[in-house]
């Protein structure tokens, strides 16, 4: 395994986790992590601030759009591997919580039980969700057609 596939899928665990809802993460994370190795906390939780920013058109010139609440932690196993994790909004417990598994995965027993048990039902979880907004969209989409009206 390349660093860059382990680096990718890294990064698709921590989006996975971070976007599912804190309720359903909490719940799966208590289900799946008995006798997982404890983490202290190295870095927060804590709360700061970062700004947005975007670009009309996707290829204009930068501009700020605002601040996002967001929380970062960091937390080290006692075998030394080091978790990190920043979500947006305002929640502690799930920023730990994620920081806990990033940890986790990097562990050779642990990571396809990570992966099965919390990474894919956030992918699934994000699945649905945006297959309900495809389908609310549909609902109320409008068709507009140009009808002629002919002279004879």
């Known amino acids: 395994m390349t660093a860059e596939t382990a680096n990718a899928r890294r990064k698709r665990a921590l989006d996975a986790m971070a976007s599912m809802p804190a309720s359903m993460l909490h719940e799966l994370y208590n289900e799946n992590t008995a006798g997982a190795p404890g983490a202290i ?3 927060g939780p804590e709360i700061g ?3 947005l920013r975007g670009r009309i058109g996707g290829g204009g010139a930068p501009f700020n759009l605002g601040e996002a609440s967001v929380t970062r932690a960091t937390v080290r196993l006692d075998s030394g591997e080091l978790g990190h994790s920043i979500v947006l909004g305002r929640d502690a417990d799930k920023a730990r919580m994620i920081a806990h598994l990033d940890a986790l995965r990097q562990l050779p027993d642990w990571v396809g039980r ?3 048990s919390i990474v894919e039902p956030a992918l699934e979880h994000a699945r649905e969700e945006a ?3 495809a389908e609310e969209t549909e ?3 409008v068709d507009f057609f140009t009808m002629v009206r002919g002279e004879d």
């Open 41 to 43: 906390a190295v870095r």
């Open 139 to 141: 609902a109320t989409r």
């Open 131 to 133: 297959k309900l907004q």
């Open 114 to 116: 990570v992966e099965k």
């Open 49 to 51: 601030a970062i700004m």
